[in-house]
């Protein structure tokens, strides 16, 4: 039982040691990172004349 005790005792402490030694890596950007968010919005206008054709053709149902 004390055997064991140590080797779980030794297998810890290498375990800590190993964990302290890790590398770190940083990156670090030498310029801020800007992000262009230049977006076209067509869909509302789609809609709104998708909606008014519609009106049309149920107003006119033999226009076609």
Do not use: Y
Not at 12 to 37: R, Y
């Amino acid at each position: 039982m004390r055997i064991a005790l140590i080797k779980i005792g030794v297998l810890f402490g290498l375990v800590w040691f190993a964990s302290a030694c890790t590398p770190q890596v940083e990156v670090v950007a030498k310029e801020p990172i800007n992000i262009n968010l230049n977006v076209k919005i067509e869909h509302e206008i789609r809609v709104k004349v998708d909606k008014e054709l519609d009106d049309v053709f149920s107003e006119n149902k033999g226009l076609f």
